[in-house]
């Protein structure tokens, strides 16, 4: 199982979700890697297609707008759609693309002072920290409720 599934598989089944095998896509981190993977997906799985698809970056999101969009279909009517890292260029996609939003001022905040304090510790066993910072779902128009 790759790191992608583990992480996806977690919460799911709390909210009876099923999670299918044959709909974790692996493609490069282009927008053109992932319309490449979502229009081969599509195509093989016309009869069999998910409600949302939920892509490792804003970017990969926009290659999958492509592939929905040239397929015939639509976001969120046929699809809804998850980005994940909140892009500039996220609000601007027609509709707007839902995206969870890492907080960037935390982790870089966390970032220096975790650089520092291993700084003033040199010479000191390597010490291990978990840092733990919470996302944000930015919820636009790129998805639909089901029921």
Do not use: H
């Amino acid at each position: 199982m790759s790191t992608n599934e583990k992480w996806f598989s977690k919460s799911p089944e709390k909210k009876n979700i099923v999670l299918e095998k044959q709909f974790f896509l692996e493609c490069d981190l282009k927008t053109s890697g992932s319309y490449e993977v979502v229009k081969q997906f599509l195509e093989k799985n016309k009869d069999n297609l998910p409600s949302a698809l939920i892509f490792i970056s804003d970017k990969t999101a926009i290659g999958g707008y492509n592939a929905i969009n040239e397929f015939g279909m639509s976001v969120p009517d046929d699809f809804s759609i998850i980005g994940n890292d909140d892009i500039a260029e996220s609000k601007y996609l027609t509709p707007p693309l839902t995206t969870v939003s890492p907080p960037k001022n935390d982790l870089g905040t966390s970032g220096i002072n975790l650089l520092l304090e291993e700084i003033q510790n040199t010479g000191a066993a390597k010490s291990y920290k978990q840092v733990r910072l919470l996302p944000q779902l930015i919820i636009r128009n790129s998805t639909r409720k089901i029921s």
